[in-house]
């Protein structure tokens, strides 16, 4: 009960990319590069276990960015012709690539780090991918002309990739949609639609990711233009309490969603988010438990995973080390109160 787990990622080493960016730039290239993913992948398992971390991650250490890591292996993308964009309905700017046809996986994307962290971990392994409307939301499209079709198509792509991770053993594989906090309608019109695709025939189990977005600027200040009560979960958590995806993961911490929201995901898993990505201050234990203690009102202990917020990929790298820290402890206090130690 109350097994930790992150939302994905971790920040990367210096010596593997730029550090604190959201989009960085590698550090090597060609087999440096690739070791330095390697060697960089095997540190994120550790920093997790060491920590206390229950169900761990990659760290998402091989892949630039939580959407392009995985456009990157997919043929009928153009990444040389960039377009400058609004994305998440124009919050920020992104340089993203185009659409130019028929969209077919290169190959396996993933396979080599989940190979890496399934053979170099004991523990449960959950697996992060972009979700279907946050990528058409993170890409231009000159191919399709219809923005469902198009995500239709990433979806049975993301089945795909899904398919072959679970067969190498991956525990728990996770669609990240922060655009399904941006889009509410669609979400139900075909959002939820488009994750069933993608997670059709797995045995694992699968997740869905859903946060106010990662502590950058531009959602710090969108943050602060959403009122004193954030309710964008209450319009998409009814139908995602009827979907066949198992488990939510949500932010939870500092935010100003209401706490008896989490009441409308009856019978799913909740990855509840307790450590605050946008804060540079490290949470102490005493405060995650408090956060914990607070879901619990809602939703069972045997089924609430304490998470963070969101990825910490452009935090400093110390800082979210610490975080993971303070997020084992802050369990292990509420474990206690409960008597399962
Ligand atoms: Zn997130």
């Given at each position: 009960?109350?097994?930790?787990t992150?939302?994905?990622?971790?920040?990367?080493?210096a010596?593997?990319?730029?550090?604190?960016?959201?989009?960085?730039?590698?550090?090597?290239?060609?087999?440096?590069?690739?070791?330095a993913?390697?060697?960089?992948?095997?540190?994120?398992?550790?920093?997790?276990?060491?920590?206390?971390?229950?169900?761990?991650?990659?760290?998402?250490?091989?892949?630039?960015?939580?959407?392009?890591?995985?456009?990157?292996?997919?043929?009928?993308?153009?990444?040389?012709?960039?377009?400058?964009?609004?994305?998440?309905?124009?919050?920020?700017?992104?340089?993203?690539?185009?659409?130019?046809?028929?969209?077919k996986?290169?190959?396996?994307?993933?396979?080599?780090?989940?190979k890496?962290?399934?053979?170099?971990?004991?523990?449960?392994?959950?697996?992060?991918?972009?979700?279907?409307?946050?990528?058409?939301?993170?890409?231009?499209?000159?191919?399709?002309?219809?923005?469902?079709t198009?995500?239709?198509?990433?979806?049975?792509?993301?089945?795909?990739?899904?398919?072959?991770?679970?067969?190498?053993?991956?525990?728990?594989?996770?669609?990240?949609?922060?655009?399904?906090?941006?889009?509410?309608?669609?979400?139900?019109?075909?959002?939820?639609?488009?994750?069933?695709?993608?997670?059709?025939?797995?045995?694992?189990?699968?997740?869905?990711?859903?946060?106010?977005?990662?502590?950058?600027?531009?959602?710090?200040?969108?943050k602060?233009?959403?009122?004193?009560?954030?309710?964008?979960?209450?319009?998409?958590?009814?139908?995602?309490?009827?979907s066949?995806?198992?488990?939510?993961?949500?932010?939870?911490?500092?935010?100003?969603?209401?706490?008896?929201?989490?009441?409308?995901?009856?019978g799913?898993?909740?990855?509840?988010?307790?450590?605050d990505?946008?804060s540079?201050?490290?949470?102490?234990?005493?405060?995650?438990a408090?956060?914990?203690?607070?879901?619990?009102?809602?939703?069972?202990?045997?089924?609430?995973?304490?998470?963070?917020?969101?990825?910490?990929?452009?935090?400093?790298?110390?800082?979210?080390?610490?975080?993971?820290?303070?997020?084992?402890?802050?369990?292990?206090?509420?474990?206690t109160?409960?008597?399962?130690?």
């Open positions: 009960m109350l097994e930790t992150i939302a994905g990622s971790l920040p990367k080493p010596w593997l990319a730029e550090t604190n960016k959201l989009w960085p730039q590698w550090r090597q290239e060609g087999e440096a590069l690739v070791e993913k390697r060697d960089a992948t095997l540190l994120a398992l550790k920093e997790q276990e060491d920590a206390g971390i229950d169900i761990v991650t990659d760290g998402e250490q091989a892949r630039q960015h939580f959407v392009h890591g995985f456009l990157e292996r997919i043929d009928g993308i153009d990444f040389g012709r960039r377009v400058r964009m609004g994305i998440r309905n124009n919050r920020y700017e992104a340089e993203v690539p185009t659409v130019t046809g028929a969209l996986r290169k190959g396996p994307v993933h396979a080599f780090e989940a890496l962290a399934r053979a170099h971990t004991t523990r449960r392994l959950k697996f992060t991918l972009p979700g279907p409307m946050t990528i058409v939301d993170t890409i231009t499209d000159a191919h399709y002309g219809d923005k469902v198009m995500a239709m198509a990433f979806a049975r792509l993301l089945n795909e990739e899904a398919r072959e991770l679970a067969a190498i053993g991956v525990d728990v594989i996770q669609f990240d949609e922060p655009a399904f906090n941006v889009y509410m309608d669609e979400v139900k019109t075909w959002g939820i639609e488009a994750l069933h695709v993608a997670a059709d025939g797995l045995k694992c189990k699968t997740a869905v990711h859903i946060c106010y977005g990662y502590g950058i600027k531009a959602n710090i200040e969108w602060k233009s959403l009122g004193a009560e954030w309710r964008q979960y209450e319009e998409i958590f009814p139908a995602l309490a009827a066949r995806i198992d488990q939510v993961s949500l932010e939870c911490a500092n935010s100003r969603v209401p706490i008896e929201l989490l009441s409308l995901l009856k799913k898993d909740v990855l509840v988010g307790a450590i990505v946008a540079d201050k490290v949470e102490t234990p005493e405060q995650v408090a956060t914990i203690r607070s879901a619990m009102k809602y939703v069972p202990p045997e089924r609430l995973y304490p998470c963070t917020n969101c990825g910490m990929a452009p935090l400093d790298r110390r800082l979210a080390i610490a975080k993971l820290w303070a997020l084992a402890a802050g369990a292990a206090i509420v474990r109160e409960l008597g399962l130690v």
